[in-house]
C-alpha cells in the first residue's frame, strides 16, 4: 500500500518540475558602443609624401601634418584645400603624418601654396647640384 501511495506523489511532483518555466538566464553585460569618430578638418597646401603616392597637407591653423587617404578623385599637389575626415585607425604605407580618411575636400582660395610645394612640408626642395668640372677643380689648387 505504500509503494501506490508514493507512485502518484511521484508523478504529481514530476509533473510540477516540468510544468515551471525555466528561470531566463541573466543577460550578459552589455558593452558600450565605441564612441562615433570625432571629425577631422583642417586647410593647408598638398604635398607629396616621403613615399610615392602618398599626400600629406600641413593644416595651415594648427600646424599638423596629415597623412591625406582619399579614395576617388585626389587633389594636385601644390593645391590649396580644405577637407573634412574621420581618424584612420590602422598604420598606413605612408608612415608620416596623422592619418585621415578623407571624406570630402574641396579647392579654397583662401590658402596661397607656394609655387614649390611639391616638397613635403618640413622638407627643403632639392636644390640643383653644383657641376664643377675636374680642371676647374684643379686649376684652384
Known sequence: MIRIRIAPACLVLAAFTFAQKPSPKPAPPSTPAPPAPVPVHGQGCVADGDR????????SGSGVLYNLLISGARPHVGEGIEFTGS?????????????VNVSSWSQTDSVKCSSDASAAPGKTPAQP????SASKRQAGN
Open 52 to 59: 610615392a603616392g602618398c599626400l600629406v597637407l600641413r593644416d
Open 87 to 99: 581618424p584612420h585607425e590602422a598604420p598606413t604605407s605612408c608612415m608620416q603624418g596623422v592619418p
Open 129 to 132: 647640384r653644383s657641376t664643377v
